[in-house]
C-alpha cells in the first residue's frame, strides 16, 4: 500500500511553543491531506482537510489561528499547533488517500504531542 | 454523520471468531476498515465500494450490505496478533476529485487472549 511519513513520532514542549509536524506521502501525490486528532480510548477526529495550493478547509470547534495548515506541495503538508498549551495535548495523525483521492485512505505514525 | 459501531468491545480466546459492525442511517459510497494497536496509528485492513460486496484476506473478511447502509468485519480464528481497536470509517458521497475525508466509528476493542 501507499506510504504516508509523519514526524516526529513524539514531541515534549513548554506551554507557549509552537511545535510543526510534517506528513509526506512517499510514494504518490497527494492534493488532499486530513489531519485527524485522537484522545486516549477515543475515536479519531478530523480536524482539517489540508488542499494544496489553497487553505485548508477546517470542522467545526477548530481554531485554524491555533492549528496551521501549510500544504506547499503535493507530498507535503504542515500542522503547528502554535502557543501550545496542556490541553492541546494529544495524538495527531495525518492521513492520505492515493489514486487521486478515491483510494483507501493510509495514515502516517503519528504524533504524541505532550505539553508541559 | 458519525457511523455507530458495535460491539464496543469484545474479549475472544484465541481460535474463536468475531463479527463488528458498522452501520449508517444514510447509503454510504465507501467503508474502510483499520486496525489500530496502542500507541500507534491505524493500519488499513480493507475498502468495500460495492453494496452486496464480500472481500477478505486469509481469516479476515468484510461485508457491505446490498443498501450500503451497512458493514461487518468477520474475524475467524482469531489470533493473538487481532488484538487491537477495530475503527470503521465512511464516506457518504463521491464528490469528485479534491476531497474524500472519511468519518470514523468510536472503534470496537478487540481482545484475544491464550
Known amino acids: 500500500g501507499a506510504v504516508v511519513s509523519q514526524h516526529p513520532s513524539w514531541v515534549i514542549c513548554k506551554s507557549g511553543t509552537s511545535v510543526k509536524i510534517e506528513c509526506r506521502s512517499l510514494?504518490?501525490?497527494?492534493?488532499?491531506m486530513f489531519w485527524y486528532r485522537q484522545f486516549p480510548k477515543q475515536s479519531l477526529m478530523l480536524m482539517a482537510t489540508?488542499?494544496?495550493?489553497?487553505?485548508?478547509?477546517?470542522e467545526q470547534g477548530v481554531e485554524k489561528d491555533k492549528f496551521l495548515i501549510n500544504h506547499a506541495s503535493l507530498t507535503l503538508s504542515t500542522l503547528t499547533v502554535t502557543s501550545a498549551h496542556p490541553e492541546d495535548s494529544s495524538f495527531y495523525i495525518c492521513?492520505?488517500?492515493?489514486?487521486?483521492?478515491?483510494?483507501?485512505?493510509?495514515f502516517g505514525q503519528g504524533t504524541r504531542l505532550t505539553v508541559v | 454523520q458519525q457511523p455507530v459501531q458495535s460491539p464496543q468491545a469484545v474479549i475472544l480466546r484465541e481460535g474463536e471468531d468475531a463479527v463488528i459492525n458498522c452501520s449508517s442511517s444514510?447509503?454510504?459510497?465507501?467503508v474502510h476498515w483499520y486496525r489500530q494497536k496502542h500507541g500507534e496509528a491505524p493500519v488499513f485492513l480493507m475498502i468495500?465500494?460495492?453494496?452486496?460486496e464480500q472481500k477478505g484476506h486469509e481469516k479476515i473478511s468484510a461485508s457491505f450490505n446490498e443498501k450500503k447502509q451497512q458493514s461487518s468485519l468477520y474475524l475467524t480464528a482469531s489470533q493473538l496478533s487481532y488484538s487491537g481497536t477495530y475503527f470503521c470509517g465512511t464516506q457518504s458521497q463521491y464528490s469528485g476529485a479534491g476531497s474524500y475525508q472519511l468519518t470514523f466509528g468510536k472503534g470496537t476493542k478487540l481482545s484475544v487472549i491464550p
Open positions: 492521513s492520505a488517500r492515493d489514486r487521486g483521492g478515491i483510494g483507501s485512505a493510509f
Open positions: 510514494d504518490f501525490q497527494a492534493t488532499t
Open positions: 468495500l465500494l460495492k453494496g452486496g
Open positions: 489540508s488542499n494544496e495550493g489553497s487553505k485548508a478547509t477546517y
Open positions: 444514510k447509503a454510504l459510497y465507501s
